[in-house]
C-alpha cells in the first residue's frame, strides 16, 4: 500500500486524515494518510523517510512549513514566493515542494464570483498564513491589498515585500476599511472562541457589501461580530478542503472528488 502523512507537531487535531482518506478510497487508490508528528530534532529524518518507495508524500503545518523549503530539491513558485512549503511530492526519490494554500486561499472567493480584481483587500496580520495569502492576491491582481497588524514592523516589511500598504491594527485602520471589499483574518487570534484580531467597533467602518474572511476553520469571534454587523462571510473550512484536494491531485494526478471531501470535513469538524 502508499503512504502519504501529516508533518506536524503537534497534528493529532487535524481535519486532513478524515477528508484526504475519504478521497483515496472514494477513487479506489490504495493509500493511507497517516499522521506523522514530528518534533524539530526529527524533522530531517522524517524528510529522508518521504524518498522512499510507496510514499506518495506529505502535507506539512505548523511549526515546519518554512523548514521544509530547505528539505526538498525542488520549490514551486509560487512557493517561493510565500516562503512556505506545505505539500511535497515524492517523485522516485526527489522531492518537490508547493504551497497549496495559496489557492486554497482563493477558491471559496473564486466559487463565489468575488471580482478580486476589483477590490481593496484589507489582511489582519503579518506572520507565515498572511504570507501566503499576499501571494494569493498578488496573483488575483486586486486594486490595493492593506497589511495590518499589532506589531507594525512586521506589517511594513510585509507590505514592501508585495507592494502593498501597511497600517496598524488600530483605530487608524479605519480609513481603509471604509473603501475595502474584503476583510481578511489572518492572525492566530479566534481559535480560543473568545478573542478578535481587533475591536469589533472597526466592524462598522466597512461597506455594507463587504466580505469578511477568517482562515480559522471554524466559526470565530470575528465572524460572528461580523454577521451581528449584516456582513456576509467566509470561514476557513473551504480554503482547508481547497487546499487538501490540490495537495491529492499532486500526489495523485487525479481529479480530487471535491464534495466527498467537503462532506468528511464537515463531519470530521464537528
Ligand atoms: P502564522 O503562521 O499562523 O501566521 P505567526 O507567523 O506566528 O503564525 O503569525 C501570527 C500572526 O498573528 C501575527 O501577525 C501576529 O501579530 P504580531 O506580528 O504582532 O505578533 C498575530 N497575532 C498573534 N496574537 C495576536 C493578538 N493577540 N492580537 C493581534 N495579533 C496577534
Not at 104 to 112: D, H, I, S, T, Y
Not at 115 to 143: K, Q
Amino acid at each position: 500500500p502508499l503512504a502519504v502523512g501529516l508533518i506536524g507537531y503537534p497534528v493529532e487535531h487535524s481535519l486532513s486524515p478524515a477528508f484526504q482518506q475519504a478521497a483515496f478510497d472514494a477513487l479506489g487508490i490504495p493509500a493511507r494518510y497517516e499522521l506523522w508528528p514530528t518534533p524539530p530534532e526529527s524533522l530531517d529524518e522524517r524528510f529522508r523517510a518521504l524518498r522512499a518507495p510507496g510514499v506518495l508524500g506529505a502535507n506539512v503545518t505548523v511549526p515546519h512549513k518554512r523548514a521544509a523549503f530547505a528539505r526538498v530539491d525542488h520549490v514551486a513558485e509560487r512557493a517561493q514566493r510565500a516562503g512556505a512549503v506545505n505539500t511535497v511530492v515524492n517523485r522516485g526519490g526527489t522531492l518537490y515542494g508547493d504551497n497549496t494554500d495559496v489557492p486554497g486561499f482563493l477558491a471559496p472567493l473564486r466559487e463565489r464570483g468575488v471580482p478580486l480584481a476589483e477590490l481593496v483587500v484589507v489582511v489582519l496580520g503579518a506572520g507565515g498564513a498572511a504570507r501566503g495569502i499576499l501571494v494569493a492576491l498578488g496573483e488575483a491582481g486586486c486594486r490595493q491589498v492593506v497589511v495590518a497588524n499589532r506589531t507594525p514592523e512586521r506589517a511594513r516589511e510585509l507590505a514592501a515585500a508585495f507592494g502593498a500598504v501597511a497600517s496598524s491594527l488600530d483605530h487608524r485602520l479605519a480609513s481603509h476599511l471604509t473603501r475595502a471589499g474584503l476583510l481578511v483574518n489572518a492572525t492566530s487570534v479566534g481559535w480560543d472562541g473568545v478573542s478578535l484580531p481587533l475591536d469589533a467597533a472597526l466592524l462598522e467602518a466597512l461597506p455594507a457589501t463587504a466580505l469578511v474572511y477568517d482562515l480559522t476553520y471554524h466559526d470565530t469571534p470575528f465572524l460572528q461580530a461580523a454577521r451581528r454587523r449584516g456582513l456576509e462571510t467566509i470561514d476557513g473550512l473551504g480554503m482547508l478542503v481547497h487546499q487538501g484536494a490540490e495537495s491529492f491531485r499532486l500526489w495523485t494526478g487525479q481529479e480530487p472528488p471535491l464534495a466527498v471531501m467537503w462532506q468528511a470535513a464537515l463531519a470530521a469538524r464537528r
